[in-house]
C-alpha cells in the first residue's frame, strides 16, 4: 500500500486512511511510555549511564505527577487521525494538530508515541485494530519521509 501524502494542499497517495478510536489511559501505561520516551531522549545526550538514569526518573516522576494532578485518568479520548492531521476530542475540549507539528512517530513497547512540536500524544496499541496499528506504521514512514526533505 502507498505511504499517504501528509499536509495541506498536497494530494494524498490512493484513498485517505482514516484512523478511530478512544482511549482512556491508565498511570502504569502512560508512566512506561513516558520511561520509554524520556530514556531515548536522553541518551541522545550522552552523559553517561548514572546521569542518564537519575534524569529518567526524575522526569518520568514529573510526568505521572502532572497525569495524576491533571486527571487524565478520568477522561476518554477520542482520536481521528488521517491524511490532514490529528484531532482530539474530550469533555475538556478540541485539540486539532497539523502534520506540520508532528516530529517524529515512534514506536515503542505499549504503542506509538506521536512527538509534537510542543509535546507528545501517546497512542495504546490496545486501542488499535492490526489495520489501524499498520495505518500508523504507514503515518509514521510518510512523517519520516517528510523529515528527509
Same mark, same amino acid.
Given at each position: 500500500?502507498?505511504?499517504?501524502?501528509?499536509?495541506?494542499?498536497?494530494?494524498?497517495?490512493?484513498?485517505?486512511?482514516?484512523?478511530?478510536?478512544? =482511549? @482512556?489511559?491508565?498511570?502504569?501505561?502512560?508512566?512506561?511510555?513516558? /520511561?520509554?520516551?524520556?530514556?531515548? &531522549?536522553? %541518551?541522545?545526550? +550522552?552523559?553517561?549511564?548514572?546521569?542518564?538514569?537519575?534524569?529518567?526518573?526524575?522526569?518520568?516522576?514529573?510526568?505521572?505527577?502532572?497525569?495524576?494532578?491533571?486527571?487524565?485518568?478520568?477522561?476518554?479520548?477520542?482520536?481521528?487521525?488521517?491524511?490532514?492531521?490529528? =484531532? @482530539?476530542?474530550?469533555?475538556?475540549?478540541?485539540?486539532?494538530?497539523? /502534520?506540520?507539528?508532528?516530529?517524529? &512517530?515512534? %514506536?515503542?513497547? +505499549?504503542?506509538?508515541?506521536?512527538?509534537?512540536?510542543?509535546?507528545?500524544?501517546?497512542?495504546?496499541?490496545?486501542?488499535?485494530?492490526?489495520?489501524?496499528?499498520?495505518?500508523?506504521?504507514?503515518?509514521?514512514?510518510?512523517?519520516?519521509?517528510?523529515?528527509?526533505?
Amino acid at each position: 500500500m502507498p505511504l499517504p501524502v501528509l499536509g495541506p494542499g498536497l494530494v494524498a497517495a490512493g484513498a485517505p486512511e482514516t484512523v478511530q478510536f478512544s =482511549v @482512556r489511559y491508565a498511570l502504569p501505561e502512560y508512566v512506561s511510555f513516558m /520511561w520509554q520516551h524520556a530514556g531515548y &531522549i536522553i %541518551r541522545r545526550r +550522552r552523559i553517561g549511564t548514572l546521569a542518564t538514569y537519575w534524569m529518567q526518573t526524575k522526569s518520568t516522576s514529573s510526568a505521572a505527577l502532572h497525569f495524576v494532578a491533571q486527571g487524565r485518568s478520568r477522561n476518554t479520548y477520542e482520536f481521528t487521525i488521517d491524511t490532514h492531521g490529528i =484531532v @482530539r476530542a474530550s469533555r475538556s475540549g478540541v485539540t486539532l494538530v497539523p /502534520w506540520g507539528d508532528v516530529c517524529s &512517530i515512534r %514506536r515503542y513497547s +505499549r504503542g506509538f508515541m506521536m512527538v509534537l512540536k510542543r509535546g507528545t500524544l501517546p497512542i495504546p496499541f490496545r486501542c488499535l485494530s492490526q489495520a489501524q496499528g499498520e495505518s500508523m506504521q504507514r503515518f509514521g514512514e510518510s512523517v519520516r519521509a517528510l523529515a528527509r526533505h
